[in-house]
């Protein structure tokens, strides 16, 4: 699976970010750099007249980010990841898969209820995120998104429009069920909480950054059975990074998963 980077821009400017310049010099050659064209990447679905509604919405670049996600894996399947996740494990057996999450599950109570892995756990209720997606090109859901969008989009749509609750209510009217939890069915799957966002976004303080020491042995019971994690940059942007592995989980996990990124974090 090689990486595909959209971009907005006729240009990257490498020369102000360390980390990114070393990037594109020892990985080159797996990254693919495409400019993003809406109307071309519209054309022939049915949001393809939706450019100009768009343009005039006060949260064009929410609306955006959340639509060409799904336009693109219709046009040509594959996966989606925020670019504020950390990658635990092999991601490319992963096929037509959407992921649960819990806006409250955090570090302390899945210790002590024992759930790290339990995907019947108390903590195993809430919504289906859309900053993971796994689905084939063409996937029916993604056809009733899109639809759906062209039906009800309208420039003033808050900033969550066509987001996770467009999601989620979609995949209940579609598959007829009221729980999306362990929905499990011929053509999609929904993955449990702990595999893509073990720690819920009104947890984050507490759970991504801790408020006591926590061992070695806590982080791996925790993290056991996560394929990523998720670290919501838009509520942890400005949180400083002290490489406290006892009490910072992108400490911890960040010197063995994304070396690159941790060690130049001084240059920023």
Avoid at 37 to 48: I, Q
Avoid at 195 to 211: A, D, E, I, K, Q
Avoid at 244 to 256: C, G, V
Wanted: aromatic share 8%; with cysteine.
């Amino acid at each position: 699976m090689s990486p595909v980077i959209l971009m907005t821009s006729d240009i990257l400017n490498v020369s102000g970010s360390n980390a990114t310049a070393q990037l594109i010099q020892n990985y080159g050659e797996r990254l693919t750099f495409f400019k993003l064209d809406l109307d071309d990447l519209a054309r022939n679905t049915p949001v393809e007249s939706i450019s100009g509604k768009l343009n005039n919405s006060s949260n064009k670049i929410e609306h955006l980010s959340d639509l060409v996600r799904l336009l693109v894996l219709h046009k040509f399947g594959g996966g989606y990841l925020d670019l504020d996740f950390i990658v635990l494990k092999e991601l490319s057996e992963v096929r037509n898969s959407l992921f649960l999450t819990n806006m409250v599950r955090n570090m302390t109570e899945v210790l002590r209820n024992n759930e790290s892995c339990d995907p019947n756990g108390p903590s195993e209720k809430g919504h289906v995120a859309n900053g993971a997606l796994f689905l084939e090109k063409g996937h029916p859901l993604l056809f009733r998104l899109l639809t759906r969008v062209a039906e009800r989009y309208k420039s003033e749509m808050p900033r969550n429009g066509i987001g996770p609750p467009f999601l989620t209510s979609t995949v209940e009217r579609m598959y007829e069920t009221d729980k999306v939890r362990g929905l499990r069915v011929p053509d999609l799957t929904v993955m449990p909480t702990y595999s893509v966002f073990p720690v819920g976004c009104n947890r984050v303080m507490g759970s991504l950054w801790l408020n006591e020491d926590r061992s070695e042995e806590e982080m791996n019971t925790f993290l056991n059975c996560s394929l990523a994690v998720h670290f919501f940059s838009y509520l942890t942007r400005k949180k400083p990074i002290r490489r406290d592995p006892k009490r910072e989980i992108y400490s911890y996990l960040a010197a063995k998963h994304c070396p690159l990124s941790f060690y130049s974090s001084d240059k920023f």
